[in-house]
């Protein structure tokens, strides 16, 4: 409509470096500053149990052990040995090749 002030559009990037750029400094269109925002927010992982359907911290986890986000072995994820990328292994929907904060995971999706 010809008063139409605002509107909405996806840009989808092929590399997160670009999406990354235009989120922190706006994108300029026909010398106008456009403010930018993610799609989807980032979701809150506790990082005791790795687990981001929950929406809790490691801080109040009822979790009895560390969980490593890495290879989901009880440990903590810095103190993981796991061979990379062979030893990946998702603490939220137990599958091998990819790590829990991955968004390609089932979970996540």
């Avoid at 909405?8 to 990354?20: C, K, L, Q, S």
């Avoid at 992982?45 to 009880?74: W, Y």
């Amino acid at each position: 409509s010809p008063n139409q002030r605002c509107t909405h559009t996806i840009f989808d990037f092929f590399r997160p470096g670009g999406a990354n750029h235009i989120i922190q400094n706006c994108l300029i269109i026909l010398g106008k500053r456009c403010p930018t925002c993610t799609l989807l927010p980032k979701p809150t992982c506790c990082m005791k149990c790795q687990s981001f359907a929950s929406s809790h911290f490691a801080k109040e986890c009822k979790s009895d052990h560390d969980t490593c986000s890495m290879c989901a072995g009880e440990h903590r994820t810095r103190d993981c040995m796991a061979s990379l990328p062979e030893g990946l292994r998702c603490a939220n929907c137990k599958e091998a090749g990819h790590v829990a904060w991955d968004r390609e995971c089932p979970i996540f999706i």
